[in-house]
């Protein structure tokens, strides 16, 4: 399956302050990334989807000025989320999608996953 | 929309036993449907998914699901549970005809326990 890379794995952070997840797909083109979010003992919820080049598009009750996301490459997306407080504690996961015939267009791999912790 | 139900919070079996996790689905198209595990602070493993074909998917692990498409439902299945099958269970969902939106929506998740 593809490699994926999550940097870092594990942050803890102060109120208030911004923290940039980075996403990396190491042996693919990812034409569009989608990033999720994990609450402790639940399941993952689609925050945002992004295509390279472009802006993102975000699900319904996700603010788009606080979780910033940039998808300038076909490499690596990156998730900032801005003025961090303890409720966006949470386990931040990015699937990148590539190009058809690459891994096929049908198959999501995810990345290791961001642990987040706002005191 | 599409949905995922997998009614169980947690299963138990034996070491040894054959184990199944449930799963069913809703989706307007066609489904495109797949099996996720997730260790503690790790990420998703893809496990197996169902696109076309045969209903019997094999996949990693010695893990395989049965996709009956009338009683909408994808349960993953394994003929011997090993202790190191302990973990998070995620079943997923979506529509292959929706070319736009390829996320994918998951259930809720089922935590296998596996006792030696």
């Known amino acids: 399956g593809a490699v994926v890379s999550q940097h870092p794995s594990w942050v803890i952070c102060k109120s208030g302050t911004s923290v940039k997840i980075e996403c990396r797909s190491l042996d693919f083109q990812a034409t569009t990334m989608f990033w999720y979010r994990q609450f402790p003992k639940q399941s993952l919820m689609l925050m945002a989807t992004s295509n390279e080049g472009s802006k993102a598009t975000y699900e319904q009750g996700v603010e788009k000025d606080k979780f910033l996301i940039n998808h300038a490459s076909l490499t690596l997306s990156t998730l900032t989320v801005t003025s961090a407080h303890p409720e966006d504690s949470s386990f931040y996961i990015c699937?990148?999608?590539?190009?058809?015939?690459?891994?096929?267009?049908?198959?999501?791999?995810f990345g290791p996953g961001t642990r987040l912790t706002v005191l | 929309a599409q949905s995922v139900a997998q009614p169980e919070d947690q299963v138990n079996v034996a070491e040894g036993n054959p184990l199944t996790v449930k799963c069913t689905y809703s989706v307007s198209g066609n489904p495109y449907l797949f099996w996720y595990v997730q260790y503690p602070n790790r990420g998703l493993q893809f496990l197996l998914k169902y696109i076309t074909g045969d209903n019997l998917v094999k996949g990693s692990y010695g893990f395989e699901a049965e996709f009956n498409k009338s009683q909408t439902s994808f349960h993953l299945k394994k003929p011997s549970a090993l202790v190191s099958d302990s973990a998070l269970y995620f079943c997923?969902?979506?529509?292959?005809?929706?070319?736009?939106?390829?996320?994918?929506?998951f259930g809720s998740g089922t935590r296998l326990q596996v006792q030696p």
């Open positions: 997923a969902v979506r529509d292959g005809r929706d070319t736009g939106r390829r996320a994918l929506t």
């Open positions: 699937s990148p999608a590539g190009l058809a015939g690459v891994f096929g267009t049908d198959t999501q791999y």
